[in-house]
Nanobody
């Protein structure tokens, strides 16, 4: 079993920054792709950024790509999302996901399955 625990969310003003972390525990495979998703109230979940086991990254759109950076530290079993120049439209619950046998998602050029999900961390950006 794999457990994912997100942290680093909070309330910031527009233009601010946050760094989300996702700590993985259990039988997580280093070959897994990992990703960040977000879901705002009343909206569907969307892929924000993904990263393969080889470190290749993919982002959900040009707006995100220019402001967010996804990274992973396999030695620490941790996934990160650095978010800069935050906007009110970034307000959402942010979820970490890791590969395995599950539903398939596409984030930019990354298409892969994600079987494991964290509980989420809330990001609120005020204008």
């Amino acid at each position: 079993q794999v457990q994912l625990v997100e942290s680093g969310g909070g309330a910031v003003q527009a233009g601010g920054s946050l760094r989300l972390s996702c700590a993985a525990a259990g039988r997580i495979d280093k070959t897994y792709s990992m990703a960040w998703f977000r879901q705002a109230p009343g909206k569907e979940r969307e892929g924000v950024a993904g990263i393969g086991s080889d470190g290749l990254t993919s982002y959900g759109g040009s707006s995100v790509k220019s402001r967010f950076t996804i990274s992973r530290d396999d030695a620490k079993r941790t996934l990160y999302l650095q978010m800069n120049n935050l906007k009110p439209g970034d307000t959402a619950m942010y979820y970490c996901a890791a590969g395995g046998i599950g539903d398939i998602y596409t984030i930019g050029s990354l298409t892969t399955a994600f079987a494991y999900w964290g509980q989420g961390t809330q990001v609120t950006v005020s204008s």
